[in-house]
């Protein structure tokens, strides 16, 4: 083979590519190894030299280039465990080096295989260079570049102009990457693309093991698949076992919903996921969210369960409704059918803000079915100076905004107008209508009992108090205050006492109670369970409703 300027600049082109690869490598690699400072120094070299072991023809030229041997022809060389064979190649002896050409093959046992076009191995750094049409395989995993640098100290082959490593179950392209076929571990970088059937990984920095088929994210990154997509910038994807853990803030988004935490653990097989600390899991569709310190969502279910200072938050309205209770729970039925419905379950020390109602229960069950809120064991309901409550409270709701509540057994309301006298209303029942948003009118249902402070329309001073009784009475009000009242059954009777000849009897009912010191102040205060003092808890009564009312019988609910 005849040798030509062009070669000869080519070959130093490629000593110098090796010596900057080198020092490239050495710099990348201390920062992996910092930990044990003995890895900070170069394996020891061993001084073997490059043999000849076969070739069709051989040629030197004693004057002109007495250190280079021209090979032809089915050439085979090793050097200590590792082989090469290649079409023809060039024996650099002075420098314990081979350029070899065509149907380049390095073979190192029966587990390393490495092809190329080309290849420049430097016997004393033991550093190939291979190039065009390189592919490295190592039992199931196979590396293919155009451009391949394989250190055999390290056991280590990197590329750095693009290049794909592909196994089982996964393939893999990156502009720079590395494999080390001991350890089974890659590096890559920039451009970071995982293909696997389910899913598709893209990212600027990740590790993966062909071994365990882990990845590790080392860098923003995005997990996306036909159900769902994640976005991290630390953590792990098992692409066997489908598992994740997932560091810094991991997003989770599925059908419109986002689960977020400090960290995540999702389960693709089984279709669930778990966030832990600081967690939100964002209904964007139904403008809804849940938060806590612990969180649950299973996607094939659409299941949620959300505890440790967990909270269910409504802003779907103007105003937005924070409800805070140990567990907050989420089911939902029927799925993928027409009649499917959902049921927002909140257990135990429910406590509720909105700037216009708050609530206080034991615990509280929402059905979208009915659109209903059923609170249950003593609870409490405040709208502006009103207080409801009862044995049982349901309240139903129109497009997030309340339509009517109906409070069973022991109703009692309470409007504050100073702090010494309340406009007080007891019954069986109550149903409380609303419009827009307002309350404007109260329907009381058997045995009813009415404590009123009438006033002057002038300048609402008080006139005196009505006491009063009967079987059905219906109230309106105005401007979120009792305006007035009836007695809609002919049994109704009452007597209107003077300001200054009020009985000490008279001003408050038997079952009056004033629970301000209950009632949630803010939507920071709904962490703050403060219970009923003792004595003022309600025994649950055994009657039963009458089956039939006035409201039943034709009586009309006001319109605005």
């Known amino acids: 083979m005849k040798d030509t300027g062009k070669g000869i600049l080519f070959r130093h082109r490629c000593l110098l590519a090796s010596i900057l690869c080198l020092f490239g490598f050495s710099l990348m690699s201390a920062g992996d190894r910092m930990e044990d400072p003995l890895q900070d120094q170069r394996p020891e070299q061993k001084k073997t030299r490059v043999d000849l072991l076969y070739a069709d023809e051989a040629q030197a030229d004693e004057k002109q280039r ?7 022809g089915s050439v085979k060389l090793r050097h200590d465990s590792m082989y090469m064979y290649c079409d023809s190649a060039l024996i650099f002896e002075k420098i314990n080096s081979v350029e ?9 046992g029966d587990t390393l295989f490495i092809y190329g076009d080309y290849l420049y191995y430097d016997g004393m750094s033991q550093l190939a260079m291979l190039r065009e049409h390189v592919r490295m395989i190592n039992h199931n995993t196979e590396l293919v570049t155009d451009s391949l640098n394989y250190d055999r100290l390290y056991n280590l ?9 592909t196994d089982e179950q996964n393939v893999l392209t990156s502009v720079w990457g590395e494999y080390s076929p001991a350890t089974k571990l890659a590096v890559f970088n920039h451009d970071v693309v995982l293909t696997n059937p389910k899913f598709v990984l893209t990212s600027d920095t990740l590790k993966y093991s062909t071994l365990t088929k882990i990845a590790t994210i080392l860098g923003p990154s995005d997990i996306v698949s036909d159900e769902n997509h994640i976005y ?13 853990e997932l560091l810094d803030r991991s997003v989770l988004t599925n059908n419109g919903k986002k689960l977020v935490g400090d960290s995540l653990f999702y389960d693709r097989k089984m279709g669930y996921g778990e966030a832990f600390d600081n967690v939100r899991m964002n209904d964007s569709i139904n403008r809804n969210m849940l938060t806590g310190d612990y969180c ?16 269910a938050i409504d802003y779907s309205q103007g105003d937005s409704l924070f409800m805070h209770a140990d567990t907050l729970r989420m089911l939902t039925f029927n799925l993928n059918t027409d009649s499917v419905y959902r049921e927002m379950r909140a257990y135990h020390k429910v406590r509720a803000y909105r700037t216009d109602v708050q609530a206080v229960c034991d615990s509280l069950v929402y059905n979208s079915k009915d659109s209903c809120v059923t609170m249950y064991i003593d609870p409490i309901l405040w709208y502006g100076s009103q207080q409801l409550l009862g044995e049982e409270i349901k309240i139903y709701v129109n497009d997030s905004t309340i339509d009517w509540a109906h409070i069973i057994n022991q109703a009692l309301a309470v409007e504050q ?18 419009v827009d948003g307002e309350m404007r009118q109260v329907d009381v249902n058997s045995n009813v009992y009415v404590i009123f402070y009438p006033v002057e329309e002038t300048d609402s001073t008080l006139i005196g108090l009505n006491s009063s009784e009967g079987s059905f009475l219906r109230m309106f009000l105005k401007d979120r205050k009792m305006d ?6 002919q049994g109704g009777s009452g007597i209107l006492y003077p300001m200054d000849q009020i009985p000490p009897d008279k001003y408050k009912l038997p079952s009056f109670v004033w629970f301000d010191y209950v009632r949630p102040r803010n939507k920071e205060d709904i962490f703050e ?16 409703m009458p089956s039939t009312s006035p409201r039943d019988m034709n009586i009309k609910r006001v319109r605005k």
């Open 66 to 72: 007495p250190d280079v041997q021209v090979l032809v």
């Open 417 to 434: 107008k100073d702090s010494i006298h309340y406009n007080q209303v007891s019954g069986k029942e109550m149903k409380a209508f609303f």
């Open 484 to 489: 007035k009242g009836a007695f809609l059954d």
């Open 529 to 544: 369970w403060r219970g009923k003092k003792a004595g003022q808890t309600l025994q649950k009564s055994d009657r039963q």
């Open 296 to 311: 649950f969502y299973n996607e094939l279910t659409q299941n949620a369960v959300a505890t440790k200072r967990a909270v």
């Open 232 to 244: 991290s910038e630390r953590g792990i994807y098992n692409t066997n076992t489908e598992q994740a």
């Open 157 to 165: 082959g990197y590329y750095f102009e693009g290049g794909k490593l």
């Open 100 to 108: 070899a050409f065509g149907n380049v093959r390095m073979e190192q």
